[in-house]
């Protein structure tokens, strides 16, 4: 008899140690935006420079912004130095009679002649630039990006159905790990390496979709659509705002993008279109606005 209990209960165990594995393999399924967690971009106390460049139209915007530093500080250093010189040189003290010189066609020529060289070297970089971000051509995927007082939306164009809202994370929700005015509740995930072009337009008012380490700022203009376009080079989380006054909770639609490698992206989009639309709803809006308060606002 104390055999076959003892067997009973083993039986019993080894079932309920199965059932414990097979609950904690659902449990562990693997996050398809895990590898978007190794690399975090978000400001930092202090910071004064640019984020670190994701994408290479944010490096061009660096180098630009550079060179056209340096030579402005040489502008600057030349004519402090000069009028330094002339203060010194030609004052009154050590030049009792003045010079009567108006003219010296030398002068004149190298003064019209350089400034023209220094608008032509800061000119041609800077238009090849504009057309190099203009070239939105033969991307590997399209997202349309809506503004909405006071969230975003995305829509995956090549993912009938993918299309849901995000909004920011209310402080008093903030968990570890998460980045308060920042994080937010359903991030836009995209493919590392591939090329991506944002339409982006309204639903409301103007907002502006702003990602300042990939090199994209568009207005979100109610009526019409902007596009703009980025390649990630690395995974990780990026972060952006609404940089256009858009009304009470302007500041609570910022943007989050967990960027990873292009099967997990692929994975995603399996989970995210069976989470979503799970209910018959592809859009999980789950306002942390307070209803009342969204209410009277609109009012
Ligand atoms: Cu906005």
């Known amino acids: ?20 594995h097979a609950a904690l393999a659902q449990g562990a399924a693997p996050d398809p935006t895990a590898a978007a967690n190794g690399y975090v971009d978000a400001p930092h106390d202090w910071q004064i420079w640019f984020p670190e460049a994701g994408s290479p139209m944010q490096a061009r915007i660096d180098w630009l912004m550079k060179y056209v530093l340096w030579i402005m500080a040489g502008v600057v250093a030349f004519v402090t130095i000069l009028m330094g010189y ?4 030609f ?12 003219h010296n066609t030398v002068i004149e020529i190298v003064w019209i002649a350089v400034p023209c060289l220094i608008l032509v070297a800061i000119i041609v970089p800077s238009v090849d630039l504009i057309y190099y971000e203009a070239d939105d051509a033969n991307p590997y995927m ?6 909405h007082q006071w969230y975003w ?34 991030p836009l995930v995209l493919p590392v390496g591939e090329k991506i072009r944002f339409v982006i337009t309204s639903a409301d008012v103007l907002h502006g979709f702003y990602l300042p380490s990939l090199g994209v700022q568009k207005y979100a203009i109610p009526g ?9 080079r690395k995974p990780g989380t990026y972060y952006g705002q609404c940089n256009q006054i858009c009304g009470l909770w ?19 989009t399996k989970t995210a279109l069976a989470k979503y639309a799970s209910d018959g709803v592809s859009r999980p809006v789950s306002s942390p606005m307070p209803r009342n308060l969204l209410a009277a606002a609109t009012r």
């Open 86 to 89: 002339v203060m010194i040189r």
């Open 224 to 232: 019409t659509s902007l596009t703009s376009w980025t390649i990630i």
């Open 153 to 186: 939306e995305y829509s995956y164009n090549a993912v009938p159905g993918l299309d849901y809202s995000s909004y920011m994370i209310p402080d008093a929700r903030i968990r570890p790990g998460e980045i308060r005015r920042l994080s937010v509740d359903h």
């Open 250 to 268: 302007h500041d609570a639609m910022p943007i989050e993008i967990k960027a990873v490698p292009l099967q997990d992206y692929l994975a995603w």
């Open 91 to 102: 004052r009154a003290g050590r030049n009792p009679v003045p010079s009567r010189t108006t």
């Open 142 to 147: 399209t997202v349309t990006v809506t503004g």
């Open 1 to 20: 008899m104390a055999a076959v209990e003892l067997a009973c209960m083993l039986a019993l165990a080894a079932g309920m140690a199965m059932l414990g």
